[in-house]
């Protein structure tokens, strides 16, 4: 069960979603927003993650409806291919904007 | 245990070190970067935390040299007072710089 403080905008580093601001799922959604689609090895090795975890990510990320995934086979070899959705696309937005957010209060003259 | 994927400089959103990355953990930095001290039940209410989730967040912190503890009292009531330290201060900057990279790379032209 992923912690559930509540959402508390009075600091911008609370108006961060779970579900997009962890380090490996934010890291697939964004390489997704790059690619649009990508298959599961892609991920797997660009991200440096393993089976379990990356299909641990995955599976939260759908269930949430940020990603979808197709099977489909390649000779006989299976493969799993993974898009970004419209509301995956609009989550990172929103990180982003939460990144801006903090950034522009902490480090206003940084970059 | 933290999740403990490499660090994998390929892509910026993997650049960022969980034990600063953590939402709730980032936001008390984040106080502490602009308060400098502050104390526990501040940090409770502001960030919106139970006292076992500020305290676990707070231990992860500590162990990592980031922040500092300190107990004193006032009348009969003890209280915690937590203050950055300089370590703490330097991890904060990385992950701004990370979130910069990671805005650079995905919204060149936003805000």
Chains 1, 2 share one sequence.
Request: glycine residues 12%; charged residues 25%.
């Amino acid at each position: 069960m992923p912690e559930t403080e509540p959402a508390h905008p009075a600091h911008p580093a609370l108006g961060f979603e779970e579900v997009v601001h962890q380090r490996a799922r934010l890291a697939v959604l964004a390489v997704l927003a790059e690619a649009g689609e990508a298959d599961f090895g892609f991920l797997k090795s660009t991200l440096g993650l393993t089976d379990g975890n990356l299909g641990r990510h995955l599976a939260v990320l759908a269930e949430a409806g940020l990603v979808r995934q197709r099977k489909d086979t390649e000779g006989r070899r299976p493969r799993t291919w993974v898009t970004i959705t419209g509301q995956g696309r609009s989550a990172l937005a929103a990180e982003l904007a939460g990144m801006r957010a903090l950034l522009a209060r902490l480090d206003p003259h940084g970059g």
